[in-house]
């Protein structure tokens, strides 16, 4: 079975949607003119079906990403919610307008209608940057079962995300890096497996993702640093 094929677990109305973006058809934006798209700006279906399937598994309810684009994880995450017979998700992205033609806004806004058990307000854009956005989010109480990085891809910005949203992650839930392909993400990695025993790392067949359980919360001491090597190999072996 290819990837497409696997595809088909999501059903209508994400599939179809999908199968357009995955096949570069033009979108539709925010103004209703027709934009054709940029095929680098994705994950790929194993990444979103990795997603999706966490997603499904655990039953989850409420997941967060940073970075929206064109949406594709977005389709994947609520695909997932839906079929868990309801959730809501948020997505970060400052840009969505100026970079992306309102293109994932309108996708949701066509999508939403015509899902089994999601309504408008279960899914929220949130036009700001990642840290403004986190630190908003955690004062007002807000928490995930699923939290997805893909936004800024420098070191920096990835190493913020992650230690901002991750006092956003619900006991035993999941944060999950995309874009392990750079040095920068490769280096966050390393940071967290080394330095921080309240992030369990979690194998993955897909090597573009780097995943990571909440398994504590963060109880180092004030002066605690691990130093790290650039990257760091997870061994395959499954979950205990
Ligand atoms: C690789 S794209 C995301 C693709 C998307 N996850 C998907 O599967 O279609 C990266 C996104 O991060 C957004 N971004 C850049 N800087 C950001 C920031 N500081 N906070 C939140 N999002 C940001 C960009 O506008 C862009 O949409």
């Given at each position: 079975m290819t990837m497409m094929d696997a595809l088909t677990r999501l059903g209508e109305p994400f599939l179809g949607d999908l199968q357009s973006l995955y096949a570069n058809q033009p979108q539709t934006g925010l103004d209703g003119k027709s934009y054709a798209i940029d095929a680098s700006?994705?994950?790929?279906?194993?990444?979103?079906?990795?997603?999706h399937d966490s997603c499904r598994n655990a039953a989850m309810t409420a997941t967060l990403e940073v970075g929206m684009g064109y949406g594709f994880s977005t389709t994947f995450l609520l695909a997932a919610l839906d079929a868990n017979g309801g959730g809501r998700h948020i997505a970060i992205d400052p840009y969505q307008h100026s970079d992306w033609d309102g293109i994932?806004?309108?996708?949701?806004?066509?999508?939403l209608p015509r899902t089994q058990n999601l309504k408008?307000?279960?899914?929220?854009?949130?036009?700001?940057?990642?840290?403004?956005?986190?630190?908003?989010l955690e004062r007002s109480g807000a928490s995930f079962d699923l939290l997805f990085i893909d936004g800024y891809h420098r070191f920096d910005?990835?190493?913020?995300?992650?230690?901002?949203?991750t006092r956003l992650c619900r006991p035993d839930g999941l944060?999950?890096?995309h874009d392990?392909?750079?040095?920068?993400?490769?280096?966050v990695q390393s940071f967290l497996c080394h330095n921080r025993p309240d992030l369990q790392p979690i194998p993955t067949s897909c090597t573009n993702?780097?995943?990571?359980?909440?398994?504590?919360?963060?109880?180092?001491?004030?002066?605690?640093?691990?130093?790290?090597?650039?990257a760091f190999e997870i061994e395959m072996a499954s979950e205990s």
């Open positions: 700006t994705r994950i790929s279906v194993e990444e979103g079906l990795f997603l994932g806004e309108s996708r949701m806004a066509s999508l408008h307000h279960d899914f929220t854009l949130i036009h700001d940057r990642s840290d403004h956005a986190a630190i908003d910005d990835v190493l913020i995300d992650v230690y901002l949203l944060i999950v890096l392990l392909w750079l040095p920068s993400v490769q280096a993702l780097a995943v990571f359980r909440r398994r504590d919360t963060d109880q180092r001491n004030w002066d605690h640093f691990v130093p790290f090597p650039m």
